[in-house]
């Protein structure tokens, strides 16, 4: 678990080492504000045979972090540190669509603000690439932007049905596991938005540690009928995503949807991407509120049948054929 920080020597620390890219182009220091004082306590849970104890709400860096300005993106990240969510989620295609040329990507975000306490927070970043030469060089790039010398969780990015396992194991696999062997990754996954069959197979053929799943009442992909019990079985640490996108405030309240994904048996935590410090506080409180016992089976299935029409690319834009994880659409 995250040890205490103080406020005011959390926030010096950073300042020390938060240089930023301005859009000038320019390297300036920021100043802090105060971020809210902390009034409930961030649900911890443990993530499968890893052992590691993540906070239930996950910071999620792919495109709607990049949406928030310089002098906001600051904030939010130390508002998260300080309510407690210990969990911080990027990856290398996250860094190639920005706002502007000049916008700070977000692994250069996250090592403004987590390199002064980087042995208090856990970093997770992913293999884009499925050839096993490129991985290395690949992450190296990923460790220089997040000023660090090792990542918490590796993960294969965006599993689909274009993979194959067999090959997989051979290739990227092979070379993920010596990366961990060595240290420099503590633990190895993959992520998957766009086939639950072929994630289940990467969890019954290969030994993973962790598994980053979509799950949301419209039960699109079937991520929690088909892979989350083949993690279980292996007691891979499951994490959530797309809980929200798409959904929140249009079909269904963010307490509903977060609620939904955090009672599904077996996953530890979910990632969430925020645009405004509101946003960020809002889902903050919603997990410092939960309780697994607010969701009974009745209330589930029926929150699914309301959502069951949005399922697909009309209602849910990574759902589409032509979506880029990560990629800012202005």
Not at 29 to 50: E, H, N, Q, Y
Request: aromatic share 6%; with cysteine.
């Amino acid at each position: 678990m995250m040890k205490s920080i103080s406020r005011r020597k959390f926030i010096g620390d950073s300042v020390k080492g938060a240089a930023v890219v301005t859009t000038a182009g320019a390297l300036t220091s920021f100043s802090m504000v105060p971020a809210m004082d902390r009034k409930g306590r961030m649900p911890m849970r443990i993530l499968g045979k890893t052992g590691l104890e993540v906070s239930t709400l996950a910071f999620g860096g792919g495109s709607q972090f990049q949406k928030n300005e310089n002098g906001m993106w600051e904030k939010m990240l130390v508002e998260a540190v300080e309510s407690g969510v210990n969990l911080f989620d990027t990856s290398p295609n996250y860094s190639d669509f920005k706002m502007s040329k000049d916008a700070v990507g977000p692994d250069e975000r996250f090592a403004a603000i987590l390199s002064p306490i980087r042995d208090r927070v856990l970093i997770s970043t992913k293999v884009e690439t499925r050839n096993p030469k490129e991985v290395r060089a690949e992450l190296d790039a990923s460790l220089s932007r997040l000023n660090t010398d090792y990542i918490d969780i590796l993960m294969v990015h965006a599993l689909d049905d274009r993979d194959n396992i067999d090959e997989i194991e051979k290739g990227i696999y092979k070379e993920m596991q010596a990366i961990k062997k060595a240290g420099i990754a503590r633990f190895i996954g993959f992520s998957s938005m766009a086939s639950a069959q072929r994630s289940k197979e990467m969890l019954e053929k290969l030994d993973v540690d962790v598994a980053l799943l979509a799950f949301n009442p419209t039960q699109f992909g079937n991520y929690a009928e088909i892979a989350l019990p083949a993690a279980m079985k292996q007691n891979t640490g499951v994490l959530g995503m797309k809980v929200m996108r798409d959904l929140a405030g249009e079909v269904a309240t963010p307490r509903e949807l977060y609620n939904y994904a955090l009672s599904l048996k077996g996953v530890s935590s979910v990632i969430v991407g925020h645009i405004g410090n509101k946003q960020l506080k809002e889902n903050i409180r919603l997990a410092q509120e939960f309780e697994a016992t607010e969701i009974n089976p009745f209330d589930q299935q029926a929150l699914e049948a309301r959502l069951a029409p949005y399922a697909g690319p009309h209602q849910l834009c990574w759902a589409r054929p032509d979506y880029t994880d990560g990629l800012v659409r202005v």
